[in-house]
């Protein structure tokens, strides 16, 4: 089994503008590499160790999931459960819902036309864990910020 990873640093993406850019500028002091590779990823893959149980939990955990894996300012994240179902969630100023879903959509029609990949298991993509260093004013930032998702999160309702 996985240690769990659960770095909480996404959080700190649902916070308000100003409040985050501020957290933000605690953390490049000793978390630039880290911000870089986030800040430079096309798009960010979010792995959830849950299984789903219908469409709307499918649909929630895109739109919001539990927050601390998700980087809410990135373009778009592919969210990924461990049954497999997928979600996007997107940062709505650079584009719409019909642009990014008609990029969805054209990957999902060209995946069903090709062959199924066969993995060899070997030259895999190294997978690296990193540690966020948080100092004490940042943790009292993180407690904030999870505390407002949760809040904000508990607001959505998913409605037929």
């Known amino acids: 089994p996985r240690a769990p990873n659960k770095q909480e ?6 916070l308000e503008r100003v409040e985050w850019s501020e957290v933000r500028t605690e953390l490049e002091t000793q978390n630039m590499p880290l911000l870089d590779v986030l800040d430079e990823a096309i798009f960010v893959l979010c792995l959830d160790d849950m299984r789903t149980k219908n469409s709307d939990e499918v649909l929630k955990n895109g739109l919001v ?3 601390y894996n998700r980087w809410f300012d990135k373009s778009f994240s592919l969210v990924v459960t461990q049954d497999g179902k997928a979600g ?9 819902g019909a642009t990014i879903m008609h990029m969805i959509n054209n990957v999902h029609t060209d995946y069903l036309r090709q062959a ?17 260093v948080y100092s004490d004013s940042v943790l009292a930032h993180l407690e904030r910020a999870k505390s407002k998702f949760e809040a904000a999160k508990s607001g959505y309702e998913i409605v037929d």
């Open 65 to 67: 999931g539990e927050g």
């Open 88 to 96: 996007v969630n997107w940062e709505h100023s650079w584009g719409d």
């Open 9 to 14: 640093l996404g959080y700190f993406t649902a």
């Open 116 to 132: 199924p990949v066969e993995g060899s298991g070997d030259g895999g993509v190294p997978v690296v864990r990193v540690d966020p």
